[in-house]
């Protein structure tokens, strides 16, 4: 089964077939999910035991980077509306998304994901559309998401949209130690991920003017 295109560009080739855990996911403040739909990304046989972070911190994205290191460019959804099961994004949560563009132009994004719900995947399109690829959704647990990642996209850029209550798992499966906080709209993670199971990262802003 192919990942279902939510942008008008390219199809991407054949990933497979995924495993539904949407029902698993619990929300919190108000950020829990709405009706699950979409086809999946399969994360293959991989397990949740990723990589050991060692000393985790500020990454260094100079022109240093190995060729073979995994950048995942990591973000919450951006503001969006209070009422419906799957809400959309705010005038607010529009220009927040808005502002993702320019930072992301010169990232030579291989794939961009998002979950299977609405404010994550308007979050990304913006940006998806600028890059001409589309979005692509994943409904995996975050451990078999994260190992997904890198098994499928060693030396690669991606950009993942998730929530407050997905993000952390996210961070943990990967191997980041202290875990990064997620609590607010316009965070932004890049996180990098060795060949040889190293992992750091560092933490940004945007769309905040």
Do not use: N
Not at 11 to 34: C, F, L, M
């Amino acid at each position: 089964m192919l990942p279902l295109v939510l942008a008008a560009c390219t199809a991407p080739g054949p990933v497979g077939t995924g495993v539904d855990t949407s029902g698993d996911q619990s929300g919190d403040e108000g950020d829990g999910p709405g009706e699950s739909g979409g086809a999946e990304v399969d994360s293959g046989d991989s397990g949740s035991a990723l990589v050991d972070s060692g000393d985790s911190g500020a990454a260094d994205t100079g022109a240093g980077l190995p060729a073979d290191a995994l950048v995942i460019w990591a973000l919450r959804h951006a503001e969006k509306e209070d009422e419906g099961d799957d809400p959309g994004l705010t005038p607010e949560g529009q220009a927040r998304a808005a502002a993702l563009v320019p930072l992301m132009a010169a990232e030579p994004l291989a794939a961009i994901y998002a979950t299977d719900l609405q404010r994550t995947q308007q979050t990304v399109e913006p940006t998806a559309a600028d890059h001409g690829l589309p979005v692509l959704v994943d409904e995996e647990a975050e451990d078999e998401f994260a190992a997904f990642l890198v098994a499928t996209h060693p030396g690669e850029t991606v950009l993942h949209c998730g929530h407050s209550y997905t993000l952390p798992d996210f961070f943990e499966a990967l191997g980041l130690d202290p875990v990064p906080t997620v609590d607010d709209y316009g965070q932004l993670w890049e996180v990098l991920v060795g060949a040889d199971g190293s992992v750091s990262y560092s933490e940004s802003r945007f769309g905040d003017e």
